[in-house]
């Protein structure tokens, strides 16, 4: 969103809160990243059961997540060209762990900003009802499979155009899907590799399978709830706030995705300040907030 919409209060509070290097970006990646280490270690030392490692790897991938959604907007750094490399750093170490390559992620979830609920969204697959986000999700991990192989995206789109969609590619646009190729050739090779050395198992059982389950997890509360119905597409409306208990730390404070789409510099743990702060501005503008711990209670509309 240009600077030139804001109002000299969003103005001064998006740059107030944007501002600083994001440590707490970084070492939610490192903490991650331990997570993940310490339950391959307690699954090997026979101190966890293997789908319970799955699990929380899985939960792992969303924060994993937060950290390439921040990088993609410089939030790591802050647009301060001293800490710029930190963006990329950050954000291809974490896409990487989830199979998501990161150059090609960037240009689709900046063009999901500049065409929110449009046509254009190359996330408005999600439109729909909530119950066929699994169909979708199990559809989509056939594609990058089939992207995978050489010749991939043409076969991806032949499946695609037999299910009656257009095309397999976000927004219609097959760099996206090449791009995104050789992350998912990485985790394939990681599989070829593990199976002569007798560990294919734990390979897909806790990184692969959590990699994946991350997306579906993704596609509920990063895409689908925050911008259902997807008939909107004003800055104030395109976007919903959707409040229940506990949901700002398990969410990671995604509840408040509204003000992520009005304030893209602001990163992931200030959204509930920069939402307390201009609270009033989204009532006036029709701002949708919602859910059990929304003050005053309104109802979410889901269908």
């Known amino acids: 969103m240009s600077g030139a919409a804001l109002t000299d ?31 391959i270690a307690a699954w090997a030392g026979g101190a966890m059961p293997l789908l319970l490692g799955m699990f929380i790897n899985s939960l792992a991938g969303y924060g994993l997540y937060t950290v390439v959604h921040d990088s993609v907007h410089k939030s790591v750094s802050n647009r301060d060209p001293k800490f710029a490399r930190w963006d990329t750093i950050c954000g291809n170490i974490a896409a990487q762990l989830i199979l998501l390559n990161f150059a090609g992620h960037r ?9 929110t609920n449009t046509d254009r969204d190359p996330d408005l697959g999600a439109k729909g009802p909530l119950a066929a986000l699994p169909i979708k999700w199990l559809i989509s991990n056939v594609v990058l499979l ?10 991806a789109n032949s499946l695609m155009r037999r299910l009656g969609a257009s095309k397999a590619s976000e927004g219609g646009d097959d760099s996206l899907l090449a791009a995104q190729r050789w992350a998912v050739r990485v985790g394939v090779l990681a599989v070829l590799i593990s199976i002569p050395l007798g560990v294919v198992v734990p390979v897909v ?10 997306f579906l997890y993704l596609a509920i509360f990063f895409a689908w709830l925050p911008h259902f119905p997807y008939e909107h597409t004003d800055r104030f409306r395109n976007t919903r706030i959707t409040l229940f208990p506990g949901s700002t730390w398990v969410l990671l404070q995604q509840d408040r995705h509204l003000i992520h ?38 109802r979410v509309q889901l269908r």
């Open 107 to 115: 240009s689709s979830h900046l063009r999901h900003h500049a065409h």
């Open 146 to 155: 089939l992207v995978a192989l050489p010749g991939g995206v043409h076969l």
């Open 9 to 39: 209060a969003e103005r001064q509070v998006s740059q107030r809160l944007s501002q600083g290097f994001a440590w707490p970006t970084v070492l939610l990646l490192v903490a991650l990243i331990a997570i993940e280490v310490a339950v």
């Open 261 to 298: 789409h009005l304030y893209p510099s602001i990163p992931w743990y200030r959204y509930r300040a920069a939402h307390r702060e201009l609270a009033s501005l989204l009532r006036e503008r029709g701002a949708v907030v919602a859910g059990p711990s929304s003050d005053p209670r309104v």
């Open 205 to 214: 059982v806790l990184w692969i399978i959590p990699a994946r389950l991350t």
